[in-house]
């Protein structure tokens, strides 16, 4: 979905609204005409844009110190991968410090059992999202794919990987809540700052709609992980 679409604009104004905070939307290409890696490189493209230009219109008191990379579905799948990018990256100002994953979109070769219960679930279907990885991923590749089953057996080693602290949003009814909670499973074995929220009669997208009780409790969650990490990096700063 195009990030000016009114239903993408209004969802990302009433987060800003409520944090507060400035709040860019990226309009990465897509598949199948764009295959991998090309929506991750867009979107790290406009990460080092904000470290390196002053952007006409952002407000003067933005910290770029206490920046967070959020996505939903495909989405918070770029998230985590931005996360690995930017340890491989030197920047001037920006400092990512949380990340707000949102039913991020994973998978792998095995079905798991919210894939095989959930076949009627809205707006996701194992069906589509074999396609979707078909058409994203490299010829030949498989849903084992390291950008699609983050701690699968082709997967890359973590460990040393510095990362933020991330809160990872699933729903009951989600047929890819078994891969969403394996992450945050992985995360925290790896010793990463992770918190799981889950919303039991949620389905995929259902941060799309305000009319749902969990919309409400969303929003308050990712304020509440917002202002929590941004004051503690204001805290570390002050110790300095």
């Known amino acids: 979905m195009a990030p000016d679409s009114k239903l993408v604009d209004d969802y990302c104004q009433r987060l800003a609204r409520q944090i507060p905070a400035v709040v860019i939307s990226v309009n990465y290409r897509l598949a199948p005409e764009h295959r991998f890696p090309c929506q991750y490189e867009d979107c790290f493209d406009v990460l080092k844009f904000i470290d390196a230009a002053a952007i006409e219109g952002f407000p003067a008191n933005v910290d770029l110190k206490r920046c967070f990379v959020a996505g939903d579905s495909a989405g918070g799948n770029i998230a985590h991968h931005m996360i690995l990018r930017s340890g491989e990256h030197e920047f001037r100002d920006l400092e990512i410090v949380g990340v707000i994953a949102i039913q991020p979109f994973f998978g792998g070769g095995e079905r798991t059992e919210s894939e095989k219960a959930l076949t009627k679930a809205p707006l996701v279907t194992v069906d589509r999202t074999d396609w979707y990885w078909k058409v994203f991923l490299p010829e030949g590749s498989n849903r084992d794919h390291p950008a699609v089953n ?32 394996r992450y945050y499973e992985g995360m925290k074995k790896l010793g990463k700052e992770a918190d799981l929220v889950e919303y039991p009669n949620a389905f995929h997208s259902f941060y799309g709609f305000p009319e749902l009780p969990e919309w409400s409790l969303f929003i308050k969650d990712v304020a509440d992980f917002v202002q929590t990490q941004s004051s503690k990096m204001i805290s570390r700063r002050n110790q300095k």
């Open 150 to 181: 983050i701690f699968g057996p082709n997967s890359a080693d973590l460990s040393k990987v510095r990362f933020p602290a991330i809160k990872i949003f699933v729903g009951g009814l989600d047929p890819l809540i078994d891969w969403q909670k």
